[in-house]
């Protein structure tokens, strides 16, 4: 269960003069869902159209479930869905005679075609409109015919470009249900978005990328932790803010904690410290007398690693 499905290995795409994507490599292990995180620019849609058998790399390869794109794109594609950014759509045709015509594409025929169709309608919640015609669908309503579409041959693997781009928070819940229902099946996902508090929702890990090279990948906590070797805590008493920053400010003098600072009712500080020595502070804090009625380490967001990890630059 540890294979990786999804592999870039020093992957280079070049236009003219432009290094869209710079020698990436990672791997997506089976079951995972990674999100791809970089500026405008950065390579993401140059790399997962490599993936997607759409572009070919200037160098490097990439594989799908251990089948190299360059070698063996009709291989990879049988295990590949993608939900591009921009997708066409027939206005003229209803629901069903679209994902019907996919599924001709994909080979499927006879009832295993219609199984496939009621399958994916169920799934992304489109069983009700069946009959009805593509330009009367709303914007939610396309994207989740878009994913309809990139499954109805039960591919392996997802590659999916901005896909809450444009959807009302309703539609967003309901696309991060069905991406986390997927992962549950056991489909990898590689995922790319510029709404980085969803995103962080609904991946295991991230990679961050910039001028189309490879920053950071992991989970948001294991970046961080590379980026810094301090923790930062907030504190919340019942008692009177001064007995508590008094009671912290002896601990600077002892070069426990630092950066210590008052936050409207909340006091924070940073340490270095191991998280028994932490737990350490908790335990003399309530034995000395103070109240405390929150004691929490910061949680660091997706936001601010991406802000950390990157410069802004754009090629």
């Known amino acids: 269960m540890s294979q990786s499905m999804i592999e870039l290995r020093r992957l280079h795409r070049n236009f003219g003069r ?5 020698d990436i490599s990672f791997e997506v292990p089976r079951g995972t869902v990674l999100g791809y995180v970089g500026p405008n620019g950065a390579g993401k849609t140059t790399s997962m159209r490599i993936l ?18 360059i070698n063996d794109p009709d291989r990879v594609r049988r295990r590949l869905g993608f939900m591009p950014d921009y997708f066409g759509t027939y206005s003229d ?14 080979g499927l025929v006879g009832p295993e075609r219609s199984r496939a169709i009621r399958d994916v309608m169920a799934f992304t919640r489109l069983d009700g409109l069946r009959d009805k015609p593509i330009r009367g669908l709303s914007k939610g309503m396309k994207q989740r015919l878009c994913l309809g579409r990139s499954m109805l041959h039960d591919p392996s693997v997802l590659i999916m470009d901005e896909p809450a781009a444009g959807l009302d928070p309703r539609a967003r819940i309901e696309l991060r249900e069905m991406i986390r229902a997927l992962s549950a099946r056991g489909k990898t996902i590689l ?8 995103l962080a929702e609904m991946c295991d890990q991230v990679a961050i990328i910039e001028l189309g090279r490879l920053i950071a990948i ?3 906590q294991h970046i961080m932790r590379q980026r810094s070797s301090h923790r930062e805590v907030k504190v919340r008493s019942l008692d009177p803010l001064e007995s508590l920053m008094n009671w912290l400010a002896g601990k600077e003098r ?32 309530i034995l000395d007398g103070i109240r405390i009625s929150e004691f929490a380490g910061h949680v660091t967001s997706l936001e601010e690693v991406f802000l950390s990890v990157t410069q802004g630059e754009v090629q």
């Open 218 to 220: 992991g989970t948001v």
């Open 93 to 106: 045709v209803n629901c069903w005679e679209y994902l019907d015509f996919f599924a001709r594409a994909y």
């Open 18 to 22: 432009t290094r869209a994507v710079n």
């Open 52 to 69: 997607a058998t759409l572009d070919v790399p200037t160098y490097g390869d990439a594989f799908v479930d251990g089948f190299s794109v």
């Open 191 to 198: 995922i790319s978005s510029h709404i980085l508090t969803e």
């Open 254 to 285: 002892e070069e426990s904690v630092f950066d210590l600072k008052c936050d409207g009712e909340v006091v924070r500080f940073s340490h270095r410290l191991s998280a028994e020595d932490e737990a350490g502070i908790l335990r003399q804090m």
